[in-house]
Structures are given as C-alpha cells and as structure tokens.
C-alpha cells in the first residue's frame, strides 16, 4: 500500500504495513469505500434471477459463438474489401 513518507510520521503505520489515519483516509476516498465493504448492497433479485436465466441458456457459449461468427464475418469482408482495392488498382 503507497503512503506518503511525511504523512507516515504523523499517522503511524502499522506493522502489517497498514497505516491508521482517518485523515490519510479521507484523502484517499476510502472511508466510503470500506464503509461499503461492511454493507455490501448486492445485485437486484431481478439482476440475479435474469443473470440466471442466460446461464441456464447456455448464454455464455452463445455468445462465444456470435463473437467467433463475428470475427469470421470481419475476416471475410477484409478479404473482398482487399481484392476490390487491388482490382481498384488494376484498372
């Protein structure tokens, strides 16, 4: 973890490498943070329940596929987008 050396003397660091200053803390936007760790909101039941859904689908492998269609698709129009440019240049 960075701290500031000067902020260091003044807050004192742990021996866990941790320092203990609210103030250090505040100036990195942490207290939020942590505070936010203790009470973990979580996802909306409609969020999960929908996430669920897609894998039960078979969602993830699904999309793997359209990427991989997606990439051939690109390669195939590079080639004619290619030959067109080199018939372009014939003429």
């Known amino acids: 973890m ?12 742990a021996n866990s490498g941790l ?16 505070d936010a760790l203790d009470k973990p909101i979580g996802l909306p039941p409609s969020l ?8 039960l689908e078979n969602g993830p492998e699904r999309a793997e596929k359209l990427l991989e ?5 690109a ?5 004619i987008l290619t030959e067109v440019r ?5 003429d």
Do not use: W, Y
């Open 2 to 13: 960075m701290f500031i050396h000067s902020e260091s003397r003044h807050c004192g660091v």
């Open 19 to 34: 320092f203990n200053c609210p103030r250090q803390l505040q100036v990195l936007k942490l207290p939020a943070s942590l």
């Open 48 to 55: 999960l329940n929908k996430a669920e859904e897609v894998r």
């Open 69 to 73: 269609d997606v990439q051939t698709l």
């Open 75 to 79: 390669r195939r129009a590079q080639a």
């Open 86 to 90: 080199a018939q372009r240049r014939r």
